[in-house]
Nanobody, 113 residues
Framework: QVQLVESGGGLVQAGGSLRLSCVGSGAFFSANSMAWSRQAPGNQRELVASISSTGRTDYADSVKGRFTISRDNAKKTVYLQMNNLKPEDTAIYYC???????WGQGTQVTVSS
């Protein structure tokens, strides 16, 4: 059974930083590309960043240079380091297996101006 649990969200001022974590269960973790997506009220879900099983990363243009995705397969954990946060980054952030229907419950990130 696939389980993904996100943590690390919160309230931060513009220009601040947060680090999100996502712990997975099951044998799937190291073999799959993992991703972070986000959804703000009234908006469609947006793929923010992904990391392949070999460590190749991709980012949405809106977060390039500010966000960094990484993974620790031994800990079955994927991270999203978010720097220089902007109010438009406010959303629920989800961790999941890229291209699948397996996503966590999300963690709220709120950036105040």
């Amino acid at each position: 059974q696939v389980q993904l649990v996100e943590s690390g969200g919160g309230l931060v001022q513009a220009g601040g930083s947060l680090r999100l974590s996502c712990v997975g269960s099951g044998a799937f973790f190291s073999a799959n590309s993992m991703a972070w997506s986000r959804q703000a009220p009234g908006n469609q879900r947006e793929l923010v960043a992904s990391i392949s099983s070999t460590g190749r990363t991709d980012y949405a243009d809106s977060v390039k240079g500010r966000f960094t995705i990484s993974r620790d397969n031994a800990k079955k954990t994927v991270y999203l380091q978010m720097n220089n946060l902007k109010p438009e980054d406010t959303a629920i952030y989800y961790c999941g297996i890229r291209g699948s229907s397996f996503w966590g419950q999300g963690t709220q990130v709120t950036v105040s101006s």
